[in-house]
């Protein structure tokens, strides 16, 4: 109990410092991460860090750096509570969602990349990543339009 109980506190110390739209980025990524098919125990969130939220006419964009722990569930079997494995894998992500502004904000475009911490330090890896990020801030703004599948066939037979 007094291993896990620093953790548990520290993640809800960390939730309660963050708006709603960085947890809905954190639970998303949380899902993305543990659905891959190389994760055989559950990650559980173990810090944010350099969050950063931006509001403009076209949304809502939020990056994150999100640092998680190994868990000793295994996933086909989760288990409450899941302690975190000390000396197991930490990897980081980096996280970058554009929602629009309606009143339950969908999410515009998104980008997300998972791997050991210094995996992410890579100078070529970071230069993609930024400009990933800035592609997703820049997503709903000017004449961007969701493109849908279908939808140029379907609009072409309409009047002007």
Same mark, same amino acid.
């Given at each position: 109990?007094?291993?896990?109980? !620093?953790?548990?506190?520290?993640? #809800? ?16 990524? &949380?899902?993305? /991460? ?6 055989? /125990? &559950? ?7 350099? #969050? *950063?939220?931006?509001? +403009? ?6 990056? &994150?750096? $999100?640092?998680? =722990?190994?868990?000793? %569930? ?10 975190? $494995?000390?000396?197991?894998?930490? !990897?980081?992500?980096?996280? %970058? ?5 309606? +009143? ?9 990349? %998972?791997? !050991?911490?210094?995996?992410? =330090?890579?100078?070529? *890896?970071?230069?993609? +990543?930024?400009?990933? %990020? ?9 004449? +961007?339009? $969701?493109?849908? !599948?279908?939808?140029?066939? /379907?609009?072409?037979? &309409?009047?002007?």
């Amino acid at each position: 109990v007094s291993l896990w109980l !620093p953790v548990a506190l520290g993640v #809800a110390a960390v939730a309660a410092g963050q708006s709603p739209m960085q947890r809905r980025v954190v639970r998303d990524v &949380l899902e993305y /991460f543990n659905g891959r098919s190389n994760v055989h /125990f &559950l990650f559980k969130e173990r810090e944010v860090d350099g #969050a *950063i939220e931006r509001e +403009d006419p076209s949304g809502t964009f939020v990056q &994150l750096r $999100l640092g998680l =722990a190994q868990t000793a %569930c295994r996933k086909r079997a989760p288990q409450r509570p899941c302690r975190v $494995l000390e000396n197991r894998r930490k !990897p980081t992500c980096l996280a %970058c969602y554009k929602f629009d502004t309606s +009143d339950v904000p969908k999410v515009l475009d998104k980008y997300h990349n %998972c791997g !050991p911490s210094h995996h992410l =330090a890579v100078k070529e *890896i970071r230069q993609r +990543d930024e400009a990933e %990020c800035r592609a997703v801030e820049e997503a709903g703004k000017g004449g +961007d339009m $969701l493109y849908l !599948p279908g939808m140029f066939a /379907f609009s072409r037979g &309409l009047p002007a």
